[in-house]
């Protein structure tokens, strides 16, 4: 996990449940850290304007001396471990390089050059293409698709030409998914490689309320995948790529930055109610079975353990309890009150309004107009200590700006919510 003063901290997972879960100080250097892959039993760092560094991991876990890879060739901004390769995006030399472990000797395998200057991400299919993976370069307005051959030979392929910048793309059986900040492009891609497009996904309802695309995830399912929207997951139905459907939605707090599926759960960061757990196996409705408190980017995802850094250090978070392991290895319970942004908003007719509370108490949660009239009292007593919800039914109320507020002890904490009819 890199933090926010540059360096690099190792967490052993194997110890959560014996012991507090200290880190283990891997690498010191100044400036923030760009990209953080995995080659073999290393772990590999690119920072700005410096060669790609590998800190080997002894039995133990224990780091030992950094090595520089390729070291004439500084500031990659992408590294994406695939088996026993490394692929990293050098957008100053104008290259994906593939780069192999040779006994602790760090090796370019192959290599993609000449590539546009304003490819800014790269992307490798978990599928295959029969015994072909598909490599994707995500350009300004297009994304430069390569095959890659199980002994590392790529070639490139196609290009695709889309109206605003790529951000995302999937591949499920021989069904490409391009994704844009507001839209899906569906294609099919023939044993030859040549491509047919099918179908455009708009994935915002309204300019008033727009969704922007986090990410696509693919599933253990033929022709399903997980969108990722700012505030929503959907299941996307590929059976016929002419007449995608949209089979399943979940609305989530505003403010959804990242996502990660492990097994039939996928983990969701969210700016305004933290971490989510949203079941999503392809078989059951998608739904949101779990929240945490906490800010941050999600880092990693293995299981029910998962990995949270922000500016005051990380975080683990082990699911398969109800506790989750932090500073002090103990419970998270809350410390101060707290009064979460309603989820969905705007919407119609319902919402849901979460809060904190660090110790018992009488509770007040009341709705108001904007003339500070009552519109409704959610919630008037005693309440444990510990985190609860509430529901706000509008279908009584006008299109129109309202605030909640909560009154616990002498404390009380407001907030604004949009009802739209």
Known sequence: IPDDNGGLQLYDLDRIETEMAQPRQAYSAFGAI???????????????????????????????????????????????????????????????AVIRDAGGMFELDTAVEDISAVIHDVRMSDARLDSLRLLFLLGDQFVDVYSVTPHWRLEHSMRLLFPARPTDAALTDSILVIGTDRRLFVYVIRPDLST?????????????????????????????????????????DLSKPSLPIMTDSVNLPYGLTAAARTGDHLWVMSVDRGLLR??????????????????????????????????HGAHLYDRRTPTWAGEDGGPALPTEITLQQNYPNPFNPETTIEFEIPAPM???????????????????????????????????????????????????????????K
């Not at 079975?289 to 999600?298: F, I, K, L, Q, R």
């Open 278 to 311: 949203v079941l999503a196996d392809g078989s059951n409705p998608l739904a949101l079975e779990d929240s945490m408190s906490a800010s941050g980017s999600m880092i990693a995802a293995v299981g029910d353990l998962v990995a949270v850094a922000n500016s």
């Open 196 to 236: 047919e497009y099918r179908a455009t996904i708009e994935l915002g309802v309204s300019a008033f309320d727009p969704e922007e695309l986090v990410a696509i995830v693919p599933t253990e399912k033929s022709n399903l995948l997980l969108v990722v929207t700012s505030r929503s997951v959907r299941s996307l």
């Open 34 to 96: 760009q990209a953080v892959g995995t080659l073999g039993s290393s772990v590999v760092i690119a920072q700005r304007d410096r060669a790609v560094t590998a800190i080997a991991l002894d039995p133990t876990g224990a780091p030992q001396s950094p090595t520089a890879v390729l070291p004439g060739v500084r500031n990659a901004t992408r590294l994406v471990g695939v088996g026993d390769r490394l692929l990293g995006l050098y957008p100053d030399q104008r290259m994906v």
């Open 362 to 420: 009488a509770v007040r949660l009341e709705v108001f107009n904007v003339l500070g009239q009552s519109v409704g009292e959610l919630i008037d007593g005693m309440l444990p200590s510990g985190r609860h919800q509430a529901r706000f039914d509008a279908s009584r109320v006008s299109s129109g700006v309202y605030f909640y507020r909560i009154s616990a002890g002498a404390e009380s904490r407001t907030r604004k919510m949009v009802v739209i």
